[in-house]
């Protein structure tokens, strides 16, 4: 079995403020512990699936794992790409708006 690596694109690369925390490129590759083929097909089978159940019902899926809204929800707050659809991350913005 190969190596398995991460590639990462940094979106703010240039800004003063990722050079002062040590980001000095574009991109990185990371290795990780390898995972294997089979439960990554199985993940993305799963999500694809929801997806399309979500697009021809109108019904948006159950809220992500904690692992896949990074912990604290950082990615449902400032960057999933679907949080203006999302009953979780509205939830979350509602929270916050009660609370300010
Ligand atoms: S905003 Fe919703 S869809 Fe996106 S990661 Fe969070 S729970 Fe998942």
Same mark, same amino acid.
């Given at each position: ?52 159940? &979500? ?44 609370? &300010?």
């Amino acid at each position: 079995m190969g190596r398995m690596v991460v590639q990462l694109l940094v979106r703010d690369a240039g800004l003063e403020v990722a050079s002062r925390r040590g980001i000095d490129r574009g991109g990185y590759l990371i290795e990780i512990n390898r995972i294997s083929d089979r439960w990554i097909e199985r993940y993305f089978k799963l999500k694809s699936r929801r997806l399309f159940e &979500a697009l021809w019902t109108g019904r948006i899926p159950g809220t992500c794992r904690s692992n896949e809204r990074w912990q604290g929800d950082r990615k449902c707050r400032d960057f999933c790409e679907v949080r203006g659809a999302c009953d979780y991350a509205q939830s979350l913005k509602a929270k916050e708006w009660e609370a &300010a």
